[in-house]
């Protein structure tokens, strides 16, 4: 007698797991925010990116108040379909912002919560193959995460990508390329190839950026490893962000607070290596109470007007050598039962230039500041006014935006305070931060100000939490300068020095799954 044909859905009473192939994944963040600072250009509405005091415009008050809420989701898709077995997944992120009430009908990011919405706002992060073809190995294709640490983006929780590595102190962005990843037992290594900007198709004009970083882990605590990138730039500031363009002599820099390459509109073309180790120990801070992480990155390279250029009154220069040098030291002790109960010291110094381009040579730190906004975002040293935070929507105005601090170099210390009052429940942390300039600008000092802040967090379950902020930073002399000698806005071209930054905001996010 035949056999009746099984029936795989009816083969068992409850699934062993949910076979889904589309998964869905979210980060949500409300927040209500109250500060002085405010952008002067009535355009500035929207997102509002870039070193305070800078080129964006913004600036501090003491007697007017920011009072605004903002939101914004970053949905994720993943599709793994059972037919590739896991061998292969595509990823696809997106952003929606607004600040509440801003505009409506019409067509642009980071707006659309006026009433009646219907805004076109939607904004593509990342769309991404990630391929598996044997253990261990993967191959990232298109529109990912372009940052500097060792881990994937995709498989490590972000707090890990901030804390090793170069954390994302010189590329943390999304960029478009490739990039293949090999994890062994006790090692990983990873090379990349990223297309940063494409001008005309038929011209060598494009820049591009090579990466191989690879880590060792040395002992059950500790890990070293190394990188090297290179940045080929033949765009000579074309291309890039709207009407700032991009590259060594564009606008972009004096809004991202590093240094502008005084080319004007020559064209130039630049070959910039970035060769540096990194360390860690117990850098999951669950081995034992202490933790400890540093970075030394150094940057060699050339860049080359093609042509003698005036660089000001009494300068000329053609080619420029380029020497730069960063170093960073964290420690971390927890004397509690969880990871929130900490003590931790964190320092980070770069070179600075004195003299501009006089000598032929620039002797500060390039980061991908230079091309992109942000392009690393240095957002874990605890501060939140002096040095840039995460919590942010459409406002990223740090007084430091860059390690580089716009040529002059940095010796930035910040000190935390982390406790577990409830633990993994309700959790509270006091901080505080100071920086010196390596360099004084003109008519200013070295001392670039003193931060105090605190916050507090309680934790509905897991990845949903409510918060409050707050930050007061003290302004040094060094923002008595208006300007530096290539034309840099350094406290937003006023006499004297600008009232001093605070901000105090409540934050509800959640992390779904």
């Given at each position: 007698m035949a056999q009746a044909p099984s029936n795989q859905y009816f083969s068992r009473e409850i699934p062993l797991k949910a076979d889904k192939e589309l998964q869905f994944f979210a980060f949500y963040i409300n927040q209500a925010v109250m500060s002085n600072i405010y952008a002067k250009n009535d355009f500035l509405k929207g997102q509002v990116v870039?070193?305070?005091?800078?080129?964006?415009?913004?600036?501090?008050?003491?007697?007017?108040?920011?009072?605004?809420?903002?939101?914004?989701?970053?949905?994720?898709?993943?599709?793994?379909?059972k037919l590739f077995d896991g061998k292969a997944i595509l990823r696809a992120s997106f952003e929606i912002d607004w600040t509440w009430g801003d505009v409506a009908y019409g067509v642009g990011g980071n707006f659309g919560s006026a009433i009646s919405a219907d805004q076109v706002n939607l904004q593509t992060q990342n769309i991404e193959l990630e391929?598996?073809?044997?253990?261990?190995?993967?191959?990232?294709?298109?529109?990912?995460?372009?940052?500097?640490?060792?881990?994937?983006?995709?498989?490590?929780?972000?707090?890990?990508?901030?804390?090793?590595?170069?954390?994302?102190?010189?590329?943390?962005?999304?960029?478009?390329?490739?990039?293949?990843?090999?994890?062994?037992?006790?090692?990983?290594?990873?090379?990349?190839?990223?297309?940063?900007?494409?001008?005309?198709?038929?011209?060598?004009?494009?820049?591009?950026?090579?990466?191989?970083?690879?880590?060792k882990d040395i002992s059950r605590a500790w890990k070293f490893g190394g990188a090297t990138y290179y940045a080929r730039d033949r765009a000579s500031g074309a291309g890039g962000v709207s009407i700032l363009s991009q590259g060594l002599n564009s606008l972009l820099a004096t809004h991202n607070g590093v240094y502008r390459f005084p080319f004007r509109t020559a064209p130039y073309k630049a070959d910039i290596f970035w060769l540096g180790t990194f360390f860690g120990r117990n850098t999951e801070h669950m081995i034992d109470p202490w933790m400890i992480t540093g970075f030394v990155m150094a940057n060699v390279g050339t860049a080359d007007t093609l042509t003698n250029q005036i660089v000001s009154q009494t300068e000329w220069s053609r080619a420029v050598d380029i020497l730069g040098l960063a170093a960073n030291l964290r420690v971390s002790y927890r004397y509690g039962q969880t990871t929130a109960d900490n003590i931790t010291l964190d320092y980070v110094y770069t070179t600075g230039d004195s003299d501009g381009l006089s000598d032929g040579k620039y002797s500060g730190v390039i980061t991908a500041n230079q091309w992109g906004a942000p392009g690393a975002m240095f957002i874990s040293s605890g501060a939140y006014l002096l040095m840039p935070h995460a919590n942010v929507v459409n406002r990223y105005t740090p007084a430091i935006m860059d390690i580089s601090n716009m040529g002059y170099g940095?010796?930035?210390?910040?000190?935390?305070?982390?406790?577990?009052?409830?633990?993994?429940?309700?959790?509270?942390?006091?901080?505080t931060a100071m920086a010196l300039s390596n360099v004084e600008p003109l008519g200013g000092t070295s001392f670039m100000g003193a931060e105090v802040n605190a916050n507090v967090a309680y934790f509905f379950g897991p990845f949903m939490s409510l918060e409050l902020h707050g930050a007061y930073l003290s302004l040094g002399d060094f923002y008595k300068s208006r300007q530096s000698s290539y034309g840099s806005p350094v406290n937003g071209d006023i006499d004297g020095r600008p009232a001093n930054p605070w901000t105090a905001f409540l934050v509800f996010k959640w992390l779904m799954f």
């Open positions: 870039g070193r305070l005091f800078g080129a964006n415009s913004t600036t501090t008050s003491d007697s007017l108040t920011s009072s605004y809420a903002e939101q914004r989701l970053i949905p994720f898709f993943i599709y793994q379909p391929l598996n073809p044997a253990k261990g190995w993967f191959i990232n294709l298109g529109l990912q995460r372009m940052f500097d640490t060792p881990y994937n983006p995709y498989r490590t929780y972000f707090d890990k990508m901030t804390q090793t590595g170069y954390r994302l102190a010189f590329f943390g962005t999304d960029a478009v390329g490739i990039t293949i990843r090999k994890d062994f037992d006790f090692s990983r290594f990873k090379t990349g190839y990223y297309k940063l900007y494409e001008n005309y198709i038929q011209l060598d004009d494009d820049v591009t950026l090579y990466e191989f970083t690879a880590e940095l010796n930035a210390l910040t000190l935390n305070f982390s406790k577990g009052i409830i633990p993994n429940r309700l959790n509270a942390k006091l901080g």
